[in-house]
Each structure stands twice: as C-alpha cells, then as structure tokens.
C-alpha cells in the first residue's frame, strides 16, 4: 500500500477519520469480525485497492451496518479512530 510504515499509518487514520465523517464508515467499533484471505474481487472499504489472496481482509458487520470489508492496516486505523472518538476499550 505505502511504502513508509509509520507514514502509511498516518495517513490511512486521515483518511479514516475523512469517511468517518463523512459517514462512509461507522463512528463505532462494530460488535462482528470475521477474517479470512482476500479473494481479489473486493476493495478495502477505506483504501479502495483489492485485497489479494496473500493479504488478510477483515469483514465487519454490526448494529444496521451492511458488509464492510478493510485490510488489516485499513482495520487496525479505523478502530483506533473510532476508539479515540469514542473512548471504547477493545
């Protein structure tokens, strides 16, 4: 995706707290989490590149959420987003 770790990091929570806002994705952690290998027919909901059968895809599902699909760095800077917003424990 980036190729600077930490800069990488930054930007993909920019851009989750982007979607955030603009209701793109939910404010809240999600209660449903499922992972698997991607199968290079879906787009990271916050990235927008494929997720290839080498990366991990986590799916998510909650409380009137339909299927929202992210890599695991895309997860990891939208969970810390939602839970700096909302103060929640993992």
Request: glycine residues 8%.
């Amino acid at each position: 995706m980036f190729p600077d770790p930490d800069r990488s990091y930054i930007d993909l929570r920019a851009r989750a707290r982007q979607q955030v806002n603009r209701g793109l994705l939910p404010a809240r952690v999600v209660e449903t989490l499922t992972a698997g290998y991607g199968s290079s027919r879906t787009e990271c909901c916050l990235c927008g590149q494929v997720i290839t059968p080498v990366q991990v895809e986590y799916e998510l599902c909650g409380a009137g959420c339909e299927s929202i699909t992210l890599h695991i760095g895309c997860y990891a800077a939208w969970r810390d987003e939602c839970l700096e917003r909302t103060g929640q424990q993992c």
